[in-house]
């Protein structure tokens, strides 16, 4: 028996907004789209560049210790037979026979359904935020059609990745709701192949790079080479990734196409590096709240022993709130010196650097901070998105959709309002005001409709501040209204103030 999918109110309010207010659409809509591609709108671009603008200010341009680097997407294929993603970089994957459809298998969860100790038959569930409570429903629901006497067992969910090869049979596909049609779970691989040159044969395979992250170790060597660096250092790169995913889904959090932000942060093997990993943890909880995603939805998931790769000593993902569920927002591992390691044997390079405090010679470890641009996105809109009520033009209290994004990442950081668009003396000095912020932000001029169904639009796509020209701006004192997108408060002020506060709210 098959659990329904959950309803998520919040994800299908924040990809409706995206679409009617232009940050996000589907790729290759008009064609009905592609399944894990999303293009960013006017809206979007400008949120995405403002959250990479702020990393690379906060953790290149403020830091002395950390270099910026921007490689190529496609690199040489040994680089990633030496990174191991050639041989190692893929998902247990599953397939239905009759469906056709596929899931990835360590988010396919299943169990057996008992009742005083006899089994009855299974449920499954593909990963969501409420699985156990709707493995819970199916399983009532199939004691209550087989006419079951007695107490349902406690629901156990599995991994199917863990199924034990007779339950494969046994357990219902989530596409068709009955048994018999899953296969045993196969390692599927998530590069995207190419071929790069004139000749189409083995040797002119090339990957799209899964991660930015053997971009840096590639030009590991150049960068130490023109001596600027000196140990602990690091080296950051934004850009794009992709990953033939089994099951791009909920949103832009898990695409095939999408953008990463990684530091390689270089150290001695001989550093206190659970300090340093602590401090880097710390570092990144602190950036995130920094750019709005309230301290409280933010946790660590530290990996297991088990779990963590041979030459891993230690991952701490930095998980979020999302619509659906607490997810991996950040990871933060401790690679060792297997990548230069790697690289070193492969290319037969030296990868060594020295060491000037300790006198020193060795290749040096590292902690990988990496974070996706479009997941941060999409942790920082489920964290805007709000809903209240405001008093309308007429005082009538209506409900109001509005983005609390901070001043740092809006978009569009205030909008200039003539109070009346048929006032020429009104709209030269807000066309001039509009004119003088540009310059410096983003800003915004609107003209037409209501004031109140003006402020209203600003709310809805985030812009922090309205700044409305008024009868007294030109007849009295110069000064304009400014009013707060999320308490509505409006207080005049005079151009120079409002500058003043503009200044220390987006660039401070
Ligand atoms: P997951 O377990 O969710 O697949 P991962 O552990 O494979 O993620 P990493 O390889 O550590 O992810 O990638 C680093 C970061 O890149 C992730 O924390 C995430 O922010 C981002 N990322 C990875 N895969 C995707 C994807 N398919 N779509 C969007 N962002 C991604």
Redesign the pocket.
Known sequence: MIAPAPSNTLMEDIVGLCKRRGFIFQSSEIYGGYNGFYDYGPLGVELRNNIKQAWWRDFVQCRDDIEGLDSTIIMHPKIWKASGHVDGFSDPMVDCKESKLRYRADQLFFAPVSVDGETIGYVSVVECIDQQEVAEKAAAEMKRKMAKQGELDTIELKEYTEAKPEQYELIPSPATGKPGSLTEPREFKLMFETKVGSLADDAATAYLRP?TAQGIFANYKNIVDTGRVKIPFGIAQIGKAF?N?IT?RNF?????E?E?MEIEYFISPNADWKTLHREWINTCTDWLVSIGLPREGISEDIHPGDKLAFYSQATT?LMFQFPHGE?????IACRSDYDLKQHQEHSGKSMTIFDETTKEKYVPHVIEP???V??TLLAVLSAAYTEDEVPNDKGKVEKRILLKFSPKIAPVKAAIFPLLKNKPELVEVAKRLHKKLQRRWNVFYDASGAIGRRYRRQDEIGTPFGITIDFDTIEKDSTVTLRDRDTCEQRRVTEDELIKFLEEQIDG
Do not use: A, T, V
Not at 252 to 256: A, D, K, L, M, Q
């Open positions: 991660e990953r995913e791009p832009i959090f898990r695409s095939r999408f990463q993902d997810q991996e927002l950040w990871g990496s974070l996706g479009d997941r």
